[in-house]
């Protein structure tokens, strides 16, 4: 494969990132991109997540329990994740800049280069759904 390919492939992956709403499984952008360009294999979409990952440009969100999410580095923020439905969203919480120092001092051995915290809980739909009757089974 040639250097210009593996570049636009990777833009086209940065792109799909950075359009599709929310914070995206691997599969759904593999999905999204496989619809416009059927010659891309599954693979080149994890490769180039991996690269655009390793290079700052998209961040991986690690989901316990379920598939990782991406969605592109714009600021550091923290995420939410809801316990019935499964989506994830931005937390509204300001960003502890002294919760990495904290972590330098209590394992010097490490050079921290970030963090990543989710929280968990109910998002305000099913917290709605929830207070109006039974629900059915999380798919979680």
């Known amino acids: 494969m040639s250097k ?11 792109q799909t990132v ?8 691997a599969e ?11 010659a891309v294999a599954r693979a080149t979409v994890y490769r180039n997540l991996r ?14 329990g379920g598939a990782d ?3 592109v580095c714009a ?11 499964g989506r994830i969203f931005d937390a509204s919480l300001p960003v502890l800049p002294r919760l990495i120092e904290l972590e330098q001092q209590a394992d ?19 917290r709605e759904n929830q207070e109006d009757g039974p629900q059915a089974e999380s798919p979680r």
């Not at 759904?28 to 059927?38: G, M, N, V």
């Not at 600021?75 to 439905?85: F, L, Q």
Request: charged share 20%.
């Open 4 to 14: 210009t390919r593996h570049t636009l492939q990777r833009e086209i992956v940065f």
């Open 18 to 25: 950075s359009q599709l709403p929310g914070h995206a499984t």
């Open 28 to 38: 759904k952008i593999y999905e999204t991109i496989r619809a416009a360009h059927p």
């Open 51 to 64: 690269s655009l990952e390793e290079a700052g440009r998209v961040m991986r969100i690690e989901v316990p």
């Open 69 to 71: 999410r991406f969605e």
């Open 75 to 85: 600021r550091n923020h923290y995420h939410i994740k809801c316990n019935h439905c």
């Open 108 to 126: 010097a051995a490490f050079q921290i280069t970030g963090c990543s915290l989710l929280f968990t809980g109910l998002c305000p739909e099913c």
